[in-house]
């Protein structure tokens, strides 16, 4: 028997039946049609699938698409305003702080989350507060920039 699910995703009701051991990443990616978030590792160890319920960082792949009920979900998805990408996607991009793709929405949404706590981080804070999220192409140091660029550009 599924599990009959009202949430809200990027400010939008959504409502869908999952398997009552069916991840948030599969509910997003497989049921909804979200797929930003990415599955890395499948444990929580990578962060590729990061995304902000109720206002705090958490791993997909280590959710239930069951327990969403009554919740609000952020997605990489609902990061832009329409066609005007959001700071912390522009300096990714301007920093070449990208390049396979697949951890950068997670990155994004734990840098969205650090921001939104500490809209001032110093490099120190940047670099904990993505710890969670690993990389293999691009290496830290622009990923790094782009965030501490955002940051100054949002507290503007």
């Known amino acids: 028997?599924?599990?009959?699910?009202?949430t809200t995703i990027n400010g939008d009701a959504v409502e869908f039946v999952?398997?009552?051991?069916?991840?948030?990443?599969?509910?997003?990616?497989?049921?909804?049609g979200l797929t930003g978030a990415?599955?890395?590792?499948?444990?929580?160890?990578?962060?590729?699938?990061?995304?902000?319920l109720d206002g705090r960082l958490v791993c997909s792949c280590l959710v239930l698409g069951a327990e969403m009920n009554g919740k609000k979900l952020e997605t990489i998805e609902g990061m832009a305003d329409g066609a005007k990408l959001h700071p912390l996607?522009?300096?990714?991009?301007?920093?070449?702080?990208?390049?396979?793709?697949?951890?950068?929405?997670?990155?994004?949404?734990?840098?969205?989350a650090l921001l939104r706590k500490n809209p001032d981080p110093t490099e120190e804070e940047?670099?904990?507060?993505?710890?969670?999220?690993?990389?293999?192409?691009?290496g830290y140091d622009?990923?790094?920039?782009?965030?501490?660029?955002?940051a100054k550009e949002m507290r503007a």
Do not use: W, Y
Not at 24 to 31: G, P, Y
Not at 38 to 52: P, Q
Not at 126 to 137: H, K, S, T, Y
């Open 126 to 138: 940047i670099r904990f507060g993505l710890a969670g999220n690993l990389c293999r192409c691009t």
């Open 89 to 112: 996607q522009q300096h990714f991009i301007d920093g070449a702080a990208l390049q396979c793709g697949i951890c950068t929405p997670g990155f994004l949404m734990a840098a969205q």
């Open 1 to 6: 028997m599924g599990a009959h699910v009202n």
């Open 38 to 52: 990415k599955e890395g590792c499948g444990t929580g160890d990578c962060g590729a699938c990061s995304v902000i």
């Open 142 to 150: 622009k990923i790094v920039r782009a965030v501490q660029a955002a």
């Open 18 to 32: 999952c398997a009552p051991d069916e991840s948030l990443l599969d509910v997003l990616r497989n049921r909804i």
